[in-house]
């Protein structure tokens, strides 16, 4: 038998880390990042809004109420002489912000909880599943609307109802993940070597869940953002006359025959920015996650 | 199986019990005093904000407002509306019909177009067939409802003239009427969960296609389309059947929009109302109703998953 060329024996695959073969894998996949693509556009939108709006997207006119679109109005005006294409633009900061921040506060409430329920076991384990449970027992939407109904109305509260509602998955997530982990060899060196529990969850679970934990949150983006507009449609969420997709869909609804683009615009920007969260996600899953490649 | 009850059962009335208090719990989010919101002009004359607390008992320590709350919602007293002035259950079971037919019509053209586009998409893997379905389950599932809702209507009642843009007809008053006012709303409904069902059903398919007794099927020489349909099929849909059952109670949350859009008096139109009129009782009965229909659709899951697959009997 030959011997193997020495180029073959050093595996080049064990030289990559395995987030550069990740990235990799995303880069690979070309609808994630047509989807990145489309994050990054609606993010520089927002927060470079008043360079792109065209007008003031709260300065009513007279005599320009209801245009259609045209070179002057890219999306037309609404019913109050408003510019809607500058009106989207700014609307994105709402839906984004909403998305964002409610993920963020999401994950800062549910990992540490799920990973202590998972490290702690017993009865602290079983109390914070029942929690979780009887918070997925509600779905999500209609907890956002309780929540958001009973805090009052104004974006800050939309953004803690959805926070709140979308916390128990991550909960679970984190929950699972921890006792996974606690199975493993290297957790029970480390707990040998006479670690705390508090340092086995930050220092040796947390980085080995990671992956898992970006991918939902990802995809909860996405439904974060579709409950944002959702809330704000039933005028739970950002209040008039500050623009938001959700809240310019509801009042587009009373001029369907008379001004259908009021209705298109900020549906397609939901649409879209959701579409994009939703391609990025399964394809952060496809590379952050080989076994879960398509078979 | 007995046994396998009595622990699920174990692990649903603790659930109950922590869902009780939080959804009692809402309350206390409210900024503000109740009584003050529902005095409104009288909110000056202490001698009604008085008879509010009382009445409400309000004036009660928490434990017990709790508990006197509880016992009554486990006879099936939800409380009373403080606007419409009448028991919530009786609201709840008033509107629950529509908001199930809806649900029911929506779940039907998920299956019927979620699960055939699943296991097309599976045994054409990696084919524009494929990649079409995998288009339309991504579109479904990213479509914020309510947005679909208002460009069907543009389209189908504004422009066509085909269908009425909203209201409600029930079934035992005209039958064609009714499916006329909720097939619109019950397509849009069902277009995020047929997504789900066919991504699910293309993954069952595909676990199930790579399984040994395919292959020696196969074989055997037994010809395709009897070993997609009759072997692969029946062992994918074991999951599928579950999934579906839970997703049925999603369906549920969706109405609220889909109901705020079409007009249509049901449940999700119930807790919208309730919200903008501030009574409080009636929204949080529908949390607690939902929340109760939720746990009894996974309990239904479990056990339908143990009659669509035997190995779990013995279990």
Redesign the interface.
């Known amino acids: 038998m030959n011997a193997l060329p020495p180029e073959r024996i050093a595996a080049p695959a064990a030289r990559q880390s395995p987030a550069r073969l990740a990235l990799r894998r995303f880069l690979r996949h070309r609808l994630a990042v047509a989807g990145l693509i489309v994050v990054v556009l609606f993010v520089l939108g927002a927060a470079l809004a008043p360079l792109i709006a065209t007008a003031d997207p709260n300065a009513t006119s007279w005599s320009a109420i209801r245009r259609a679109p045209s070179a002057t109005y890219f999306f037309g005006t609404d019913e109050n002489g408003r510019d809607v294409f500058s009106r989207v633009i700014w609307g994105a900061r709402a839906s984004l912000a909403a998305g964002f921040l409610s993920v963020a506060v999401a994950l800062f409430i549910g990992v540490p909880i799920g990973l202590l329920a998972g490290l702690a076991g017993g009865w602290v384990d079983?109390l914070i599943s029942?929690?979780a449970?009887?918070?997925l027992?509600?779905?999500?939407?209609?907890?956002a609307?309780?929540?958001a109904?009973?805090?009052?109305p104004a974006l800050e509260n939309a953004m803690i109802a959805i926070a709140i509602s979308a916390s128990p998955v991550f909960v679970r997530l984190a929950r699972g993940m921890a006792l996974e982990a606690k199975a493993t060899d290297w957790v029970e060196a480390a707990r040998a070597l006479g670690n705390p529990p508090w340092r086995l969850g930050l220092v040796h679970v947390l980085p080995n869940i990671i992956p898992p934990l970006l991918v939902q949150a990802t995809l909860s983006i996405?439904e974060a953002i579709?409950a944002e507009?959702?809330l704000s449609?039933?005028?739970?969420g950002q209040q008039p006359p500050a623009p938001s997709w959700g809240s310019m869909?509801n009042s587009?609804?009373r001029f369907?025959?008379q001004a259908?683009w009021l209705?298109?615009f900020p549906?397609l920007a939901?649409?879209l920015v959701?579409?994009a969260f939703?391609?990025v996600g399964?394809g952060l899953r496809d590379a952050l996650d080989p076994r879960s490649e398509?078979? | 199986m007995l046994r396998w009850l009595a622990r699920r059962f174990a692990q649903i009335i603790p659930t109950l019990i922590v869902l009780s208090v939080l959804i009692f719990g809402l309350q206390q989010l409210m900024p503000g005093d109740p009584a003050l919101i529902l005095a409104g002009e009288e909110r000056g004359d202490p001698m009604v904000l008085a008879q509010i607390r009382a009445e409400l008992r309000l004036d009660r320590p928490l434990p017990e407002q709790y508990l006197n709350w509880i016992g009554n919602v486990l006879v099936g007293d939800f409380g009373f509306s403080w606007r419409i002035r009448e028991p919530v259950a009786k609201l709840i079971l008033q509107k629950l019909p529509v908001t199930f037919q809806l649900a029911s019509m929506a779940f039907i053209i998920a299956v019927l177009i979620g699960v055939p586009a699943g296991i097309l998409s599976a045994t054409r893997r990696d084919t524009p067939t494929d990649w079409i379905a995998n288009g339309i389950a991504l579109f479904g599932i990213s479509m914020p409802n309510f947005w679909l809702g208002i460009m069907m209507i543009l389209l189908f009642s504004v422009e066509l003239g085909w269908l009425p843009p909203s209201g409600y007809v029930s079934l035992t008053e005209d039958f064609w009427e009714s499916i006329a006012t909720t097939i619109m709303p019950a397509f849009v409904l069902g277009t995020g969960v047929a997504g789900v069902l066919m991504r699910h059903t293309r993954a069952a398919m595909l676990g199930a296609l790579a399984q040994d007794y395919v292959r020696t099927a196969r074989a055997k020489g037994v010809a395709e389309r009897v070993v997609v349909w009759k072997h692969a099929l029946r062992n994918a849909l074991i999951p599928v059947v579950t999934l579906g059952t839970i997703e049925f109670g999603r369906l549920l949350a969706g109405a609220v929009l889909t109901e705020q859009i079409f007009t249509i008096p049901g449940f999700g139109k119930l807790i919208v109302d309730a919200v903008f009129n501030r009574d409080y009782p009636v929204v949080q009965g529908v949390v607690l109703a939902t929340a109760l229909i939720f746990v009894a659709l996974s309990l239904v899951a479990d056990l339908l998953y143990m009659a669509v697959n035997p190995r779990m009997r013995q279990a």
């Open positions: 079983a029942r929690i449970d009887a918070m027992s509600v779905p999500f939407l209609i907890l609307i309780a929540l109904a009973f805090l009052g996405a579709i507009a959702s449609f039933l005028g739970l869909l587009a609804q369907l025959t259908p209705a298109i549906g939901i649409f959701v579409l939703n391609l399964d398509k078979r």
